[in-house]
Structure formats: C-alpha cells, structure tokens
C-alpha cells in the first residue's frame, strides 16, 4: 500500500503540468472516391419515404474528445495521432478536427 502510495506521488512530481483543458470536435468522412453504400441506403430508405427532394447522402462520424495538454500545439499533436492510431483509417478516411479551449 505504501509503496503505491509513493509510485503515485513519484508519478505526479515527475509529470509535466497539465496546464488547460481542450475539447476536439472530430469529423471522419470517406476520401472522394469510396463507396459510401450507408450514404446510398439512406438516400434510396429517405426516397421511400417520400422524401424525393433528397439528392445524396453522406454518412461521416463525429467524436467529441477532452484532453488535458499544456498547449495547443501539443493538443492538436495529439488529437492527430489519436485520429491516426484508431479513429480514422487513412487508405479509405480523412479527417478533420476544431480544438478549442474549455472554459
């Protein structure tokens, strides 16, 4: 137990200050050129309904993520490697972020 305790206080002094919050709204979307075969199924399931002014559909996912970083600079370092690593898949994916401050 104590020696948690310690590995815990070694890690805090250790660590650099964490200094801001930042929130990183994330948009994956499909590169020009790759199917979107959900896009084409809502489209065709929107035409069913009725809904014939629709003229295409494009599907894209959205992420809110909060991270601590000392500045922006390194929150938008890591916000790319965090979209690079899992979000988006580079060969079929691009990607774009807005970073800003929490209040």
Same mark, same amino acid.
């Given at each position: 137990? +104590?020696?948690?305790?310690?590995? +815990?206080?070694?890690?805090? *002094?250790?660590? %650099?200050?964490? *200094?801001?919050?930042? !929130?990183?709204?994330? @948009?994956? &979307?499909?590169?020009?050129? *790759?199917?979107? %075969?959900?896009? &084409?199924?809502?489209? &065709?399931?929107?035409?069913?309904?009725?809904?014939?002014? +629709?003229?295409? !559909? &494009?599907?894209?996912?959205?992420?809110?993520?909060?991270?601590?970083?000392?500045?922006?600079?390194?929150?938008?370092?890591? *916000?790319?490697?965090?979209?690079?690593?899992?979000?988006?898949? %580079?060969?079929?994916?691009?990607?774009?972020?807005?970073? @800003? @401050?929490?209040?």
């Amino acid at each position: 137990m +104590v020696i948690g305790m310690i590995n +815990v206080l070694i890690r805090i *002094v250790l660590s %650099p200050a964490v *200094v801001e919050m930042f !929130v990183a709204d994330i @948009r994956i &979307k499909l590169k020009k050129g *790759v199917a979107d %075969p959900e896009g &084409k199924n809502t489209r &065709k399931a929107l035409e069913l309904l009725g809904f014939s002014e +629709v003229a295409d !559909v &494009k599907t894209s996912k959205f992420f809110s993520i909060r991270l601590d970083a000392q500045d922006e600079a390194s929150a938008k370092a890591a *916000v790319d490697r965090i979209c690079l690593a899992l979000l988006a898949n %580079p060969v079929i994916n691009e990607y774009s972020f807005e970073l @800003r @401050r929490e209040a």
